[in-house]
């Protein structure tokens, strides 16, 4: 029959996992790191998964499909709640470093698709009438955030407000060692933050993709003076180099006393 389905386009797909978290009828899922509608009759058409998508991965289509199946998509609901609250009991030989192992696996797999990580914008000029903003008391505890989440490995790379954004790449213990981290840093900048010396992995990966697919303006690394924290200029300054793109950068350093010091 011909209806209202929706569409994946899998270029724009990041596998973040919202759209699989919003859909109440278990129509998507994730294969190979990428959203697919698994059965057309398990799709009712109302599109409670594109407000999920952070990319615009996903949208309405008319085409032949198969009609809404309200009954199947029960069983397979009640089915998934049986295999849920169902504890696997401990296989033999099976350790508990292991088992551990497998959990963060199998948390991986849901691809961070926590409403925590979803992608939004935080208008600061919208929120204040223009006389408010001028008298803005920065001591007074005004946020200059204006995206969320901030954490490096939890931002996608295709989120909209990277787009002609000037950068701000921090080691988390800056905002604390430096009083006027708001309104000396993140000012009209996009923050990310994160601290090389206990994250898993390198940033310059997805530091990379974010320079390729976004017109970033200018990009500012804040890192403290331990040796550790060298890290993170690293990896912005390799994945600068990867993008192959000409961005005004700069690495300012913050001592452990809260002053920046020159270079």
């Known amino acids: 029959m011909l209806r209202q389905i ?8 990041t596998g973040c996992g919202l759209c699989v978290t919003a859909c109440h009828e278990g129509a998507i899922g994730l294969v190979d790191g990428k959203a697919k509608l698994l059965r057309d009759d398990y799709c009712d058409g109302l599109g409670n998964c594109l407000p999920a998508c ?21 069983k397979n609901m009640e089915l998934k709640k049986t295999e849920a609250a169902q504890v696997k ?3 033999e ?13 199998a948390v991986k797999n849901l691809a961070c698709g926590c409403p925590g990580t979803a992608a939004r914008a935080i208008n600061r000029e919208a929120a204040a009438c223009p006389s408010a903003e001028k008298s803005r008391d920065f001591d007074a505890g005004e946020s200059e955030l204006r995206q969320w ?9 295709h989120a909209s407000y990277l787009q002609g954004a000037r950068l701000l790449i921090a080691a988390d213990c800056t905002a604390y060692a430096y009083a006027r981290f708001h ?30 697919t976004n017109d970033i303006k200018s990009l500012k690394v ?19 180099k990867a993008s192959g793109k000409m961005i005004p950068w700069q690495v300012v350093t913050i001592s452990t006393d809260g002053r920046i010091l020159e270079d």
């Open 149 to 157: 989440p901030v954490q490096i490995k939890l931002v996608n790379p």
């Open 183 to 212: 309104r000396d840093f993140i000012k009209n900048h996009i923050t990310l933050i994160g601290c090389p010396k206990l994250d898993a992995g390198d940033y310059a990966e997805k530091l990379t993709e974010i320079l390729k």
């Open 6 to 13: 929706i569409k994946i386009n899998e270029d724009l797909c």
């Open 93 to 105: 030989g099976l350790t508990p470093e292991k088992m551990r192992e497998e959990n963060m696996a």
């Open 222 to 240: 804040v890192r403290m003076e331990v040796p550790c924290c060298g890290g993170i200029a690293s990896a912005a300054i390799a994945a600068l």
């Open 54 to 74: 952070p990319t615009g991965a996903i949208s309405f289509e008319q085409r032949e499909a198969a009609e809404y199946n309200e009954e199947e998509v029960k």
């Open 89 to 91: 009991p401990h296989a």
